[in-house]
């Protein structure tokens, strides 16, 4: 298996650009989560999904950010506009299930940078 | 609400044992974990604990876990500096993560 799929690796934007992240979860797991890692906060869960379906979007910081998942096999984080402070690596992880001894597998991230 | 706190930085000798301590708030938490992260990398799962245990042992790692106190501990033993990295304990469902321990193995 190929894991937890993130693309792009990098992002470079200038403020007030929209940015588009993606991720391709392991095949079969139900559950995909979105973090946000930065120095100054650590990792933060911004959204998750239980089969598709957004089960919490609390930690998602403003209405700039918005996530999708149209499919089992597919999701989205976008950032419009983009500022400086959206800087930060963002990991996306799928479990088989939420919670339990199961884990959780994690992308290799998007390291964004906005100028 | 539901948090995880963790010391910031440890540094161990090789061949040593390291602890990294941890403290959670959610006593309903069924499960803890302990991630690794490696330099430009994501998270990896190196173990699990389940609440009713109050010890794991995995090679060469091993958890203990004391729910009366909320704390839970990663003991490596026989540190190597392959074993650098920062690791993370996090609980329950949504995965909330402590702020990362940043272990650094001095040869």
């Known amino acids: 298996d190929a894991g937890v799929i993130q693309s792009p690796r990098h992002e470079v934007t200038e403020m007030g650009q929209e940015v588009t992240l993606r991720c391709k979860p392991i095949?079969?797991?139900?559950?995909l989560f979105w973090y946000r890692q930065t120095m100054m906060r650590g990792l933060e869960l911004l959204i998750y999904?239980?089969?598709?379906?957004?089960?919490?979007d609390s930690g998602m910081p403003e209405d700039r950010f918005s996530a999708k998942m149209p499919n089992a096999s597919f999701s989205t984080l976008k950032i419009q506009p983009s500022e400086p402070r959206d800087s930060a690596v963002y990991f996306c992880?799928?479990?088989?299930?939420?919670?339990?001894?199961?884990?959780?597998?994690f992308g290799s991230g998007t390291r964004l940078t906005v100028v | 609400g539901e948090d995880v706190e963790q010391s910031l930085f440890l540094s161990v000798r090789e061949g040593d044992s390291s602890v990294i301590n941890c403290t959670y708030t959610?006593?309903?938490?069924?499960?803890l974990y302990w991630y690794k992260q490696e330099p430009g990398a994501g998270l990896q799962l190196l173990t699990y604990?389940?609440?009713?245990?109050d010890m794991k042992q995995d090679q060469r790692l091993t958890v203990l876990l004391n729910k009366k106190d909320k704390h839970l501990s990663l003991r490596i033993a026989d540190t190597q500096t392959g074993d650098s990295a920062i690791y993370f304990c996090?609980?329950?469902?949504?995965?909330?993560f402590g702020q990362g321990t940043e272990l650094s193995v001095k040869p």
């Open positions: 095949s079969g797991h139900n559950s």
């Open positions: 959610d006593s309903s938490s069924t499960y």
């Open positions: 604990i389940f609440s009713n245990m």
């Open positions: 999904f239980n089969n598709n379906v957004p089960i919490d």
């Open positions: 996090a609980e329950k469902g949504k995965l909330i």
């Open positions: 992880a799928s479990s088989p299930r939420q919670g339990g001894n199961y884990g959780y597998t």
